[in-house]
């Protein structure tokens, strides 16, 4: 069960997507939980992601409670004997405790493997105060930075990495679905200091 946090426009849904190709990809099932049930149209864009995957997403409607889809999701896994649930969450900025609260509660509930903060490295601090507060929410196991393609010099990773103590195990890069790329450190480290 891994569980994707962070807030609106990082990338949350896409990354969700490109791990669930993954997975599929070395032959394991997934299904999906659609547990953002705030952002308009949200459930509609984990829908059509998991569509062109081949993959189940489990719903409610929206304003439902994110935790009991979440739930509901993890059940039905068991029960079809799915290998991997992957948990789409509402965005908002990280300083809205209700935000916080309800993902703890998923987090509660859904019991995930893996709690993955999905940051955006365009960011820079703002992503740092960003996996700095889902942190201390519900202890993130790990970190995901998209857009790395459009960042010059990814010092968001560094950071992230830093006030955390976990590591950022992808990088996101362009948009489809193959291009998640485990995280480099040796390369990582050449693009912060140059050749």
Not at 93 to 106: W, Y
Not at 125 to 131: F, G, I, P, T
Request: charge should be negative; proline fraction near 3%.
């Amino acid at each position: 069960v891994i569980m994707f946090v962070g807030v609106n426009g990082t990338g949350k849904t896409t990354t969700l997507a490109k791990m669930a190709h993954l997975l599929k990809s070395e032959g394991f099932s997934v299904v999906a939980a659609a547990s953002d049930t705030y952002r308009a149209g949200s459930i509609e864009q984990l829908e059509e992601h998991c569509r062109r995957l081949g993959i189940r997403v489990i719903r409610q409607d929206y304003g439902a409670d994110a935790a009991a889809v979440a739930y509901d999701t993890v059940a039905h896994a068991r029960a079809k004997r799915i290998d991997a649930v992957l948990i789409d969450t509402a965005g908002r900025m990280q300083s809205n405790k209700n935000l916080l609260a309800e993902m703890a509660k998923i987090a509660r509930v859904a019991e995930p493997d893996l709690k993955i903060f999905v940051g955006d490295a365009l960011a820079g601090n703002d992503a740092l105060s960003q996996a700095r507060e889902f942190h201390s929410a519900i202890e993130i196991d790990g970190a995901i930075l998209t857009k790395v393609d459009a960042d010059p010099s990814g010092g968001a990773a560094l950071s992230i990495a830093f006030v955390t103590g976990r590591p950022v195990i992808f990088l996101g890069v362009v948009q489809n679905y193959e291009d998640l790329r485990p995280f480099d450190p040796e390369w990582f480290a050449q693009r912060l200091v140059g050749e």
